[in-house]
């Protein structure tokens, strides 16, 4: 018989009829009576004729005819005879050979769909089963119980390397079975009722087939890899086949068909399914081998049981799944690995168990749970292997985008993320939970060595697997907080401290806890989850919190923004939600969760934002780092919840009823004003953005309580909230407790000076801004009390050094009258509660500078005013401040307030400081004679000290030597009718020369812009006008008038004069100084003009005007030849331009009254200009 191929179409036929007749033979019936002779020689015929079908298979023109007659007689021979021996060659060589005629016809998927219509699904699975076991007791009949021995050896030896893959049955009927199920068609029954590979038990069998021989020997199940004899041939193959199979099947299940398709939709599919379930659900070795090889790491390590270094057995997974799949490098269905591929069947057969309800499905969920009964094996290391198995296949579930088990087409992903995926993962919780809770209640009642070795466990078992991260982002969905709010509750009880660091540095169980926070959820039972959970979280915040490990974590990982949305909403989630508080059989029924949340939001305002824009609010040993925005969002949404939580605990008490001292919550706060509340209060109040919503919400209130503990901040924000509206302070009377700070707060040191100075400023404020917060201040019981510690303050920073420490009186109360034994001791308390002024000088500065602030504003009050005057210590400390070389800030202090009282000395000045010693220490301030020292050019002004470069604060850019000089000559101005004409006189002579100079300065050195290390304003303007104003006055004063007229002033005057168009600011661009210029020069026209008009002024002079005059006009003309970039006033360089070199009508004194007449631009200078000319030219 020609097996050739010839294209000889008579032969051809003749030789498909020749299949034909072949195939008949093996559908011969052998019947059970029939005499063995014949049945033997039937066998032999049916054998020869299998292999003449496997040679005439390779011709692929009879492939045809095969699959017509040769398929349903070979898969009925197979059927037939399915069981089979490893030591009966010669049926083993038949078998393959019927399975090769197969194997080489069904690549075509008519082929295979015929073969599968055929039944050949059952045959195959009945193949792949019939391998006859061996066990040592049994006799397998015939000739085996005398080959024993060789068989067992051969056996043995067989089971090392395995068949080779011409004889290996089951590897080939694996293969045609791959095969079929690779066609959709063949996979599923037909309308004519043929079974598909669904119903005909070729999944169980390829699941005992991977179950028996794909996996790796007992004694190398350690390490997850085949030993070399076994890791080659069909292992692998097998490994890869069946996996592949399985995958086949399962694409047709794993999304629901629509009612419209032709396969008869889902009653069909569920039919398939439930058929699939039962064909795994009884292989529970198949089910241990994928949960083993899903615990083999990416490196090929299993995660099983190891020996430590002790030669003890040391924590791990042990091995009670047995050994895993035998891998191998490569692609598997589709996955880039075969463990991949064996995680994704373990997911769809566990997603089957989930949506069909069988006996199979159960016996799947105790196999890998651990349920099943094994008397070898302890209970503990049942459910911590469990344990493992639950969390680890949670851990590969995470990932929904990329993960090995998510779907690659759209429609099977959307159906796997909606449906089957929450599905698995609630089952493999309630596995969890159950293992977990058995193990946590067995170590309740273990003992000693017993009990810290089982939890030492379980603490690493928990952290190896990062169940609470795991469990805490599940907890977002709905179906599955319940069980997974109670694993992380039942964690936290045990081993709370060792868990949280790891919890709050991953970034995904971070961001579950801040989730959390505020999810509602539907449901009495959902409820009841969701406030569990939330209690829980804010517990878990804060202890991080309390670890210092939760504002550092905020800030690496970038959660800042979500960290202060979720616990600022947090606070007002349980007092909205009356359901919250109905679960009185709740363990955290007692929580404070606003308390709790407070503290995590202060944890992560501890640690300044990456972009570093935030304000730092300082208190105590701590800081606070809120961004505006920040700052905003927290104060309008928990303002009114802060402020009421804060006047709370204060009411508490003063009630007695406070018991944060011993609360196990508050342990850690030593004050009150350590509390929470309190910091994340006073934090915001020194926002000036958050300011106005608390302001809305009894902020203030709350503030002003915290102030009378001395805090700083509050204290600040007080200030803050009082220069927009000191009305509001007025309302909670803030400044009785400020007052009451001032006057009752103890210690030392540089907080004491810092809370004293912004007592002090808040009460400035109050008294300048409005009339109404100067008389609440002023008649305030306390007020008297402050009175005296500002001039304690000021007295104190005069003087000695060596004194400083000194400044206790003795009382003696039995000469003292009443009244005076009361100021006394109030005098005693605040010496003895006064700032030490030894420390920092620049922070004690800065209280004189409040203090004499606090004075200068009090001295608007009558009473407290003619206090002021009694009080000689006070004054005289005021003036040695002027007289000393002090920092300007003080010098400019203390003579604002001696000019605050100036204008009422002639009336209420007392014998130890009148009017006369006013104007004493005024004139002081302001000599340029009988002084070594060496003057200053700029100012003109002398000291007794060499003045080096002065750093001013930002808040004192305006005072300078002029500016100090000139407030000096206005307490002059207000002194000038209650001092004798003596004295009028030495005022007169001091002011002249001080005019000269100026005008001196000015015309050929002086650089009247700012210098950096004065300030932005020189103040000579203001220190001419307030000087040539007096002078004005006393030029109409006999006595003073020829002081007036001396040679020095009236040329300063004149050039002044003279110079007028250069010193003349544009009315567009004009500053302060050039506009006290313009109205000096005002006054010298006018002072110019009374004394030409005086007939013996020349006489007084010396000289005539016209000599006076011409010299002025020389030394104005150099001043106008000079270059544009000398040093002139602000305005010279402007004016420049449209002057020649050289003289010019314009340095004439003629020609500047004349330009000063056109100009018109002010009629009290025109006037005086008229009245000049008319007596000089």
């Not at 029939?34 to 079908?53: C, G, N, P, R, Y």
């Not at 269905?333 to 069909?356: E, K």
């Not at 002639?906 to 400081?913: G, K, M, P, V």
């Not at 040329?1051 to 313009?1078: C, H, P, Q, T, V």
Request: contains cysteine; negative net charge; charged residues 25%.
């Amino acid at each position: 018989m020609s097996t050739t191929g010839t294209s000889d179409s008579a032969s051809l036929a003749s030789i498909r009829d020749a299949v034909r007749t072949v195939s008949s033979v093996l559908l011969i019936e052998e019947r059970a009576d029939a005499d063995e002779v014949q049945l033997d020689t039937l066998k032999q015929l049916k054998a020869e004729s299998i292999f003449a079908l496997e040679a005439l298979s390779t011709n692929a023109s009879l492939w045809a005819a095969i699959s017509q007659d040769a398929v349903p007689a070979v898969s009925q021979y197979l059927l037939e005879n399915d069981t089979w021996d490893e030591d009966d060659v010669a049926k083993r060589a038949v078998l393959c050979a019927a399975l090769r005629v197969i194997q080489r016809i069904i690549p075509l998927p008519s082929h295979a769909v015929a073969a599968a219509r055929a039944g050949l699904g059952a045959s195959l699975a009945k193949v792949i089963t019939g391998k006859v076991a061996k066990d040592e007791s049994g006799d397998m009949g015939g000739t085996s119980g005398k080959r024993r021995s060789p068989i067992r050896e051969r056996e043995r030896r067989q089971r090392m390397s395995g068949p080779s893959d011409d004889d290996d049955v089951q590897k080939i009927a694996l293969e045609v079975l791959h095969t079929l199920a690779s066609q959709s068609a063949a996979r599923r029954n037909d309308e004519g009722g043929a079974l598909g590979l669904y119903h005909c038990g070729a999944v169980s069998a390829v699941c005992d087939l991977l179950g028996s021989r794909a996996t790796a020997p007992e004694e190398s199940s350690g390490s997850g890899t085949a030993s070399p004899q076994i890791a080659h041939g069909s292992q692998e193959s097998i490994t890869r086949l069946g996996l592949e199979f399985l995958l086949y099947l399962l694409s047709d299940l794993e999304a629901p068909l629509p009612p419209n398709d032709p396969y008869n939709g889902a009653e069909n599919q569920r039919r398939e399914a439930l058929a699939f379930v039962e064909g795994v659900g009884g292989q529970n070795r198949f089910v241990r081998c994928l949960v083993a090889t899903m615990l083999l790491t990416e490196t090929g390590q299993s995660l099983v049981s190891s020996v430590s270094d002790g030669g003890e057995e040391g924590f791990a997974v042990a091995p009670l799944y047995g050994p895993p799949l035998v891998l191998y490098d490569g692609p598997c269905g589709g996955f880039p690995s075969p463990q991949y591929a064996a995680t994704s069947v373990l997911f769809s057969i566990a997603s089957l168990c989930c949506t069909n309800d069988s006996k199979d499905c159960e016996t799947f969920w105790r196999t890998f749970f651990m349920q099943e009964e094994r008397s070898l094996v302890g209970k503990e290391t049942k459910q911590a292997t469990a344990v493992a198995a639950c969390a680890l296949f949670l851990n590969v579930l995470m990932d929904e985008e990329d993960g090995v088990c998510v779907p690659s087409d759209s429609i099977r992903e959307t159906y796997y993320i909606d449906t089957l995926l929450p599905l698995v993962r609630k089952r493999l919780l309630e596995g969890l939970l159950l293992n977990i809770s058995e193990a946590f209640d067995a170590l309740d009642g273990a003992e000693g060595e017993m009990s810290a070795s089982a939890s030492a466990t379980m603490l690493s078992l928990l952290q190896q697997f990062h169940v609470p991260q795991t469990c805490l982002a599940l907890c977002a969905s709905p179906g599955l907080l319940e069980p997974a709010s109670q694993i992380v509750e039942s964690s936290m009880q045990l081993y709370s401290e060792e868990l949280i660091p790891s919890i709050v540095a991953d970034k995904n169980s971070l961001k579950a806890l801040f989730d959390l926070l505020n999810r509602r959820i539907g449901g009495v039972e959902s409820k009841r989850a969701s406030t569990q959970i939330r209690r829980l979280n804010c517990q878990i915040l804060s202890h991080a919190a309390d670890q210092g490990t939760l504002g550092p974590a905020v800030d690496r990982l970038g959660l800042r923004t979500q960290a202060v949305a979720a616990l600022t909403a947090a606070c007002l989630v349980d007092s909205e939600d009356n359901s919250a508080h109905s679960f009185d059989d709740d363990d955290l029924v007692d929580i404070d969760v606003p308390l709790l949340c407070l503290r995590s939001l202060i944890a992560v305002f501890s640690v300044p934002p990456k972009n570093n824009t935030s304000a730092d609010v300082e208190g105590g040993d701590f800081k606070l780092h809120l961004s505006s925005a920040e700052a905003l969002a927290v104060a309008s949404t928990l303002g009114k919840k802060i402020s009421d939580m804060v006047l709370a605990k204060f009411m508490k008490r003063s009630h007695g009823d406070d018991e944060s001292t011993d609360s196990e919550d508050e342990d850690a706060h030593k004050t009150i004003t350590d509390a929470p509340e309190v910091r994340l209060l006073c934090a915001l109040a020194s926002n000036k953005e958050a300011l106005p919503d608390l302001c809305k919400n009894n902020g203030l209130q709350a503030l002003s309580l915290v102030a009378t503990e001395g805090e700083l901040s509050a204290i600040e924000a007080m200030h803050e909230a009082c220069k927009d509206d000191p009305s509001i302070i007025l309302q909670v009377e803030g400044h009785i407790s400020v007052m009451n700070v001032l006057a009752n707060s103890p210690g030392k040191g540089k907080i004491k000076v810092a809370v004293d100075t912004a007592c002090l400023e808040i009460l400035s404020t109050l008294c300048a801004e409005t009339e109404q917060g100067r008389l609440a201040v002023a008649s305030a019981e306390e007020c008297i009390l402050c009175v005296s510690y500002a001039v304690d303050c000021i007295q104190r920073g005069c003087e000695p050094d060596d004194k400083r420490s000194d400044t206790e009186t003795v009382i003696d109360e039995d000469e003292a009258e009443a009244d005076e034994e009361k100021e006394e001791k109030i005098d005693m308390d605040l010496q003895t509660t006064a700032a030490d002024p030894s420390g920092d000088d620049g922070e004690y500065r800065k209280l004189q500078l409040a203090a004499f602030s606090f004075l200068t504003e009090l001295s608007r009050v009558k009473e407290h005013r003619t206090n002021f005057f009694s009080m000689q210590d006070l004054l005289d400390a005021s003036a040695a401040l002027l007289a000393k070389s002090e920092p300007l800030s003080l010098q400019h202090a203390s003579v604002k307030f001696l000019c605050a009282l100036a204008p009422y000395a002639a009336d209420t000045a007392s014998e130890h400081f009148p009017a006369s010693k006013f104007s004493l220490v005024f004139s002081s301030r302001i000599s340029l004679e009988g002084s070594k020292s060496k003057k200053i050019k700029r100012s003109g002004f002398v000291t007794n000290k060499k003045v080096s470069t002065r750093k001013i604060d930002p808040d004192q850019l305006d005072i300078n030597e002029n500016y100090v000089c000139a407030l000096a000559v206005s307490g002059l101005k207000c002194l000038y009718h209650g001092i004798t004409s003596e004295e009028q006189l030495t005022v007169a002579k001091l002011l002249s020369s001080q005019f000269a100079r100026l005008v001196d300065i000015a015309s050929f050195s002086a650089k009247n812009k700012y210098r950096s290390d004065r300030g932005p304003h020189e103040h000579s303007g203001v220190l001419a006008y307030n000087i040539m104003e007096i002078l004005v006055t006393l030029s109409r004063s006999p006595a003073c008038r020829e002081e007036v007229l001396s040679d020095r002033l009236v040329s300063a005057m004149l050039r002044l004069i003279i110079l007028s168009d250069l010193i003349e600011g544009r009315k567009d661009d004009i500053n302060d100084d050039e506009l006290y210029w313009d109205a000096a020069l005002s006054l010298c026209l006018q002072c110019v003009s009374s004394l030409t008009c005086w007939q013996g002024s020349e006489t007084s002079l010396g000289r005539t005007w016209h000599e006076v005059i011409s010299d002025a006009e020389t030394v104005a003309g150099e001043v106008k030849s000079k270059k544009r970039d000398s040093r002139q006033f602000p305005s010279m360089q402007r004016a420049h331009s449209g002057i020649e070199d050289g003289s010019s009508s314009t340095t004439t004194f003629r020609g500047a009254l004349i330009l000063i007449m056109e100009k018109r631009s002010c009629a009290i200078n025109v006037t005086a200009a008229r009245s000049i000319l008319r007596q000089t030219c």
